[in-house]
């Protein structure tokens, strides 16, 4: 099976993870992609892929030649983002020749290249894209058709090889997909998440993560009596977030500048809920993001009093430079590969996380590969079929040049 009808009949399963489920994998439908991707691997010589009781597809493609003794592993995750609805994705193929994309005529939904002017990099290609109403799903299944189609590739060809692990994992979009992953049962000595955007990226350095959950208690009464005795909880929310640097937000940062994010605010007179993520390359300027939140709460107790403020404060995920970068060689296979198969390489930060950066942590080296797609978590993501079929000949061209 080609990289394109592989992606396509891996999208048409909804797989969105739950941030609000306790259960490993966060939502049951993960379960029925996870299925078919071992299955899809046992089919084509990977006899040993299996799901675990995670939900975490794992496969071994053996070595054919003992004279490689290294061992190469690639990662991808199955689930979608929240972002935007994983049902009923209708998926399609247009051939771009410039200009805006019609996705949904009855609606009036149109990708538009003023908006997304990196559409003027693919006049000529084929896009995947959708009607507009649902997300795509490239991040990540763009990844997993990758791998499981070089290794098909590969195993197709008989060309020599060394031992090649496969890892799919659940929940990365909620912040766990390496909360079950068996790095020791895994046995690479490195590995690449295959989780990146635009075609060329390549990326070892990503944010330090952390998430901050502000609690705020208010009190009641008739309005035509609230004085010096109402304690607006909505109000006090938004109070406490003016007290936060106002530039260090996403729509204000880009490259090395990290920033805090208010995901989501709920609040009434007694109650009021914020949920931000707190992200940043540098350690040091993490931690004085996240004591801006310590500082801002303790503000609001010296107004109002600590029974009525509550702070908690998690680290996620940290950059996984600082445990690649004494393993530079592993980022030189990769943009070598590259460079082989007529790729520009480009190394750039991710603003965001992988389930590398945490697996960087747990001893196994994971820089990140592009995917080749465009504005994930969106209506309006896309991916070329071109910039697929090239992913895919770079993890073969890594797998080969692997000694």
């Known amino acids: 099976m080609n990289v394109l009808d592989r992606f396509l009949n891996y999208v048409s399963y909804p797989t969105m993870s739950d941030e609000s489920s306790e259960t490993i994998p966060s939502s049951a439908k993960q379960l029925v992609l996870a299925r078919r991707i071992a299955e899809d691997l046992r089919s084509i010589g990977v006899k040993d892929a299996f799901v675990d009781e995670y939900g975490y597809v794992y496969g071994t493609l053996e070595a054919n030649d003992p004279a490689i003794k290294s061992v190469v592993g690639f990662v991808a995750h199955m689930d979608t983002s929240s972002e935007a609805s994983d049902t009923d994705i209708k998926a399609r193929v247009v051939e771009y020749n410039g200009g805006d994309v019609l996705l949904n005529e009855e609606k009036g939904i149109v990708l538009s290249r003023d908006t997304y002017p990196a559409l003027d990099k693919y006049k000529g290609n084929h896009l995947v894209v959708t009607d507009g109403t649902t997300l795509l799903g490239a991040d990540d299944k763009a990844g997993v058709a990758e791998i499981v189609t070089a290794v098909e590739e590969i195993i197709a060809s008989c060309k020599p090889h ?45 944010f330090n993560a952390a998430s901050a959950v502000v609690t705020i208690k208010g009190v009641s009464i008739h309005p035509g009596s609230a004085k010096g005795i109402m304690k607006n909880a909505a109000l006090m929310a938004c109070e406490f977030n003016a007290l936060l640097p106002e530039e260090e937000i996403p729509s204000k940062t880009e490259g090395y500048e990290g920033f805090h994010h208010l995901i989501s605010i ?15 390359h540098d350690r040091q300027s993490f931690e004085r993001k996240k004591q801006d939140f310590v500082n801002a709460a303790s503000k609001m107790a010296e107004i109002y009093g600590e029974e009525y403020i509550d702070l908690a404060l998690k680290d996620s995920y940290y950059n996984m430079k600082e445990k690649i970068e004494d393993k530079m060689e592993i980022v030189d296979f990769a943009r070598e590969a590259m460079l082989q198969n007529g790729v520009e390489p480009i190394v750039v930060p991710i603003r ?31 991916i070329p079929v071109e910039s697929m079929e090239k992913v895919k000949d770079i993890i073969k061209t890594i797998i080969y040049n692997t000694k």
């Open 162 to 206: 060394g031992k090649v692990m496969i890892g799919i994992t659940p929940d990365e979009e909620i912040g766990r997909g390496a909360d079950k992953f068996n790095v020791p049962a895994f046995g690479a000595d490195w590995a690449y998440t295959v989780d990146g955007g635009a075609l060329g990226e390549l990326e070892y350095e990503n």
């Open 266 to 280: 709920q609040g009434e007179t007694e109650l009021a809920k914020l949920v931000y993520i707190i992200r940043d």
């Open 352 to 382: 965001g996380g992988t389930d590398g950066a945490r697996l960087s942590y747990e001893g196994l080296p994971c820089p990140n590969l592009c995917t080749g797609g465009e504005n994930f978590h969106s209506r309006f993501e896309y």
